[in-house]
Nanobody, 121 residues
Framework: QVQLVESGGGLVQAGGSLRLSCAAS????????MGWYRQAPGKQRELVAA???????NYADSVKGRFTISRDNAKNTVHLQMNSLKPEDTAVYYC???????????????WGQGTQVTVSS
């Protein structure tokens, strides 16, 4: 099985910064795309940022210029650097990875348990 463990959430004032990390462990042959999603109370989960195995990145319009996604393939880890945080960034943040557990197997999605980010005004 594959486990994703997130870290780095917390409480920060508006304008501050946080860095989220997500590390995958277990039976892993390769990891394709990695991404961060968030879900605020009463809202649907939305994509925040994603990065392909080749390093191509994609961001939600609401975070462009403020958030940066990066990955460390050697450590099966993805990071999200969040700067200039706003109260509307408050949500539970989840990482997701598309993992191939053995050569030739299909890709499956795995999710982290979520980490709370709260931005006070």
């Amino acid at each position: 099985q594959v486990q994703l463990v997130e870290s780095g959430g917390g409480l920060v004032q508006a304008g501050g910064s946080l860095r989220l990390s997500c590390a995958a462990s277990g039976s892993i042959f390769s990891i394709n795309a990695m991404g961060w999603y968030r879900q605020a109370p009463g809202k649907q989960r939305e994509l925040v940022a994603a990065i392909t195995s080749g390093g191509y990145t994609n961001y939600a319009d609401s975070v462009k210029g403020r958030f940066t996604i990066s990955r460390d393939n050697a450590k099966n880890t993805v990071h999200l650097q969040m700067n200039s945080l706003k109260p509307e960034d408050t949500a539970v943040y989840y990482c997701k990875m598309m993992v191939r557990v053995v050569a030739g197997a299909r890709l499956n999605d795995y999710w982290g348990q979520g980490t709370q980010v709260t931005v006070s005004s």
